[in-house]
């Protein structure tokens, strides 16, 4: 059997890759079976490779029958020598040959079940290269990340490199989203080598698949590719997919523990409530309860949707090939495939899916206020009995029982989205086939004043722009009844520990006043907030009419309950706030935001090692921040988390000029840049007068967008918070816009169409 080494190499060279000249040596020429020795007549001189070498120097290399292959490597069994001249090529070649009979080499065949008698060891003699860098390059990372190649590399031959006998700098590669960190003590490899490496792994994974093992090495910038052999321990299939696609807007950058542990209850109940109204059959539930479970994922202390669960659970409705592109669409879901066949469940139970799911569209408007109505009375029931002296265990008891009561009925959210989704793609679907612009699709979807994300905003104003004619008295009292209904307002405020205005009063204070240094512009964010674009829209027919009025009512709801979740998450924040305080004051925990280093179980009954796993986890976050924000992540089975010693994250600086998104909010305007990556550390005097470009915004916001100028996204959809409440503050913005943090710098002017979701670099004045 020919060493797959041996048929890559030739396959390789055959693809014009630059390959080091090479030729083999089979075991029949140099071994006399039938008396076991080697021929000595046997002559390397006449191999064409050592005939017309330049620099006389070799690397002898084994290709044993079985090594390399798809199921097992021998790697590391068997002897490679560099660096051989002339004379004692012959004698390498044999001592290659004999390491097939080490001790080593028998027991590893023995642990896989090979029969070592019946191994053949032909020799790869290659023409050696003197380089000035050496590595290995994995296609997928071998822990079992499949979209992130990693390269290994160090200074001198890659004997050095595998033997850690030289320092080495790991390069970890994201194949979705381009971008790369290394680890190390030295930058070893310019991004354009990074990136021809990338590209030469393509190459050679065309030729032999997806996961690869590609030994490299450099010399005056040339690369030079000295074998590629299969990742064994790695299949690719049933890969368990994470996409940050919309959760990021509610989730963006680290969430700690405790936000995590929350959300993965918070889903898991939320969908297996939801599947109960559509389904309605014990059975199926049982046999997809796991599914439910594991609606979201997490790794490196970021959340993502597990995306091909939600494509088992969306493929319970009715159409769902027609409502899953909507679906994706409205999420901002860039990468569109879907797993292949449909959600296993009898034929009536499917027919009877059809019909519970038209019936619950039809109560979805209905169902949503009273859901509205019980989150009101369970918020005023529990301020009325919270008291910060409350006991650890009341405090959970509280926690536990309002979890039941709303996660009963909160799965009717995700029905009015559905709602919402299916009714404004149908409507942008008809206007488009009418011929109607971008800005009127979007006007269309503006001016429903009264959504409910836009009652913070308004009222913060409002109360900004009176200031001077209150008494101190009346102030004080407007600004606890603002914290008392608009508190648990505020940018990542479905983060458990984010600060907000109920938690720390003082950053009111502080949005006001940023609010009043510019008091023209208070004026007229104010008048903004009165104006209805929809009044001004032209007759529709009744069917348009119909289709605008059923997604406004959706898009309303969706906001209505945003909002009435960010209290219920305020809610929970002040529970765990208090039950810290306790902590605090016990002594269990060092400082009252710890708990937030805790998961759910762990703050409710805290185990002996607390303070030492808070500050395990510390250690661990320091870390997740420096890493980039992947947008998907492909795991072989198990999500895991990185753990380095550094890393030093690599900014790639685009050159384009032009970027296009898509429109939410029309409008143009030029104006300096602020790129905002950690929104928590933004002081909001910034924000006046300048385009906001980041990666994706959520619900608070609202605060900072009414005193930008623009806000231009990297994620988002027509449908996404940056879109909605941009369109009813009449600011101009721009969603989807890939590549947009590593090409517009903070200080770029930045000249934008709201309209067309065209963005122009006017001047390059970023660092």
Not at 148 to 153: A, G, K
Not at 426 to 441: G, M, V
Not at 611 to 634: E, F, M, N
Request: charged share 25%; aromatic share 10%.
């Amino acid at each position: 059997m020919t060493s797959s080494k041996i048929n890559h190499l030739t396959a390789m060279r055959e693809a014009n890759i630059n390959v080091p000249p090479f030729s083999v040596v089979r075991w029949e020429e140099m071994y006399d079976t039938q008396q076991q020795c080697f021929r000595q007549d046997w002559d390397p001189m006449q191999l064409e490779v050592v005939a017309h070498s330049s620099s006389g120097l070799f690397a002898v290399r084994s290709a044993a029958g079985a090594e390399d292959g798809s199921t097992f490597s021998f790697a590391g069994q068997f002897e490679t020598y560099l660096n051989v001249d002339k004379s004692h090529l012959k004698e390498n070649i044999q001592r290659c040959c004999r390491s097939l009979s080490s001790e080593r080499v028998r027991i590893y065949a023995q642990q896989n079940g090979i029969d070592s008698q019946h191994i053949r060891m032909d020799v790869i003699v290659q023409e050696m290269v003197q380089p000035e860098l050496s590595g290995v390059l994995f296609t997928a990372n071998p822990l079992g990340l499949l979209n992130e190649s990693v390269i290994t590399v160090g200074h001198g031959l890659g004997e050095g490199v595998v033997s850690d006998r030289v320092n080495t700098t790991t390069y970890y590669f994201h194949l979705t989203d381009k971008v790369y960190y290394y680890e190390g003590k030295e930058n070893l490899l310019s991004d354009d080598l990074v990136r021809r490496l990338i590209r030469q792994s393509e190459t050679i994974q065309s030729l032999f698949g997806e996961y690869l093992d590609i030994e490299f090495a450099v010399k005056n910038d040339v690369i030079y590719i000295l074998q590629a052999r299969n990742i064994t321990t790695l299949i690719g299939k049933d890969p368990l997919i994470f996409d940050n696609s919309n959760i990021v807007e509610s989730y963006p950058g680290v969430s700690l523990p405790l936000t995590i542990s929350f959300v993965h209850s918070v889903y898991a109940g939320v969908f297996q409530g939801v599947c109960r109204r559509i389904v309605k059959n014990d059975k199926v539930m049982r046999q997809t309860a796991e599914v439910y479970h594991h609606m979201v994922g997490n790794a490196n202390g970021r959340l993502y949707y597990q995306i091909s669960n939600w494509y088992t659970v969306l493929k319970f409705l009715p159409m769902s090939h027609k409502i899953i592109p909507v679906w994706q669409e409205m999420l901002g879901v860039k990468t569109k495939s879907v797993p292949t066949g449909e959600a296993a469940v009898p034929f009536w139970v499917r027919v009877m899916t059809y019909v519970h799911f038209v019936s619950e569209m039809f109560r979805v408007p209905a169902n949503m206020r009273k859901l509205n109505e019980l989150f009101q009375t369970v918020e005023r029931v529990f301020y009325e009995t919270y008291s910060e002296n409350s006991t650890v265990s009341e405090l959970s008891a509280m926690y536990k029982t309002i979890r039941q009561q709303l996660f009963a009925v909160w799965d009717v959210t995700l029905l009015n989205d559905m709602y919402a989704f299916i009714f404004t793609g149908l409507l942008k679907s008809r206007l488009k086939k009418k011929h109607r612009s971008e800005e009127y699709i979007n006007a269309c979807l503006s001016g429903i004043s009264d959504i409910e994300s836009m009652k913070p905003v308004r009222e913060l104003i409002t109360l900004a722009d009176g200031k001077e004619a209150y008494s101190p008295e009346e102030y004080a009292a407007l600004k606890n009844d603002y914290i008392r209904q608009y508190g648990d307002r505020s940018p990542e405020e479905l983060k458990l520990e984010s600060r907000t205005f109920r938690s720390d009063p003082s950053l009111l204070d502080e949005r006001i006043a940023a609010y009043r240094a510019d008091l023209p512009h208070l004026k007229k964010m104010k008048e903004a907030l009165c104006q209805n674009t929809a009044d001004h829209l032209p007759k529709e027919d009744p069917l348009t009419h119909f289709l605008r009025k059923r997604a406004a009512i959706g898009i309303r709801n969706r906001e209505i309950s945003r909002l009435n979740r960010s209290r219920a998450y305020g809610i929970v924040r002040l529970i765990f706030l208090t039950i810290g305080k306790q902590y605090c004051q016990s002594g269990v925990l060092e400082q009252q935001r710890d708990i937030f280093y805790l998961t759910l179980e762990e703050a409710m009954d805290p185990p002996s090692d607390i303070r030492q796993r808070v500050q395990c986890r510390k250690d661990d976050y320091a870390l997740y921040q420096t890493l980039p924000a992947y947008t998907r992540l492909i795991f072989e089975k198990q999500e895991f988390d990185k753990h380095h010693r550094s890393v030093n994250t690599y900014h790639q600086s685009q050159n384009a000029d032009r970027l296009v998104g898509t429109p939410c909010s029309f409008g143009e305007v030029t104006a300096p840049v602020l790129v905002v990556t950690d929104v928590s550390q933004l002081d909001t005097e910034q924000v006046r007068g300048k385009i906001l470009v980041t990666k994706m915004t959520d619900p608070g916001w609202v605060f900072l967008l009414a005193m930008a100028e623009g806000i231009i996204s990297e994620k988002g959809s027509l449908l996404s918070h940056t879109a909605i409440i941009s369109r009813e503050l009449k600011v101009p913005s721009v969603v989807g816009v890939e590549g947009l943090i590593q090409t517009v710098h903070t200080g770029d002017t930045v000249h934008m169409n709201g309209s067309t979701g065209m963005i122009e670099i006017i001047h390059r004045g970023g660092a």
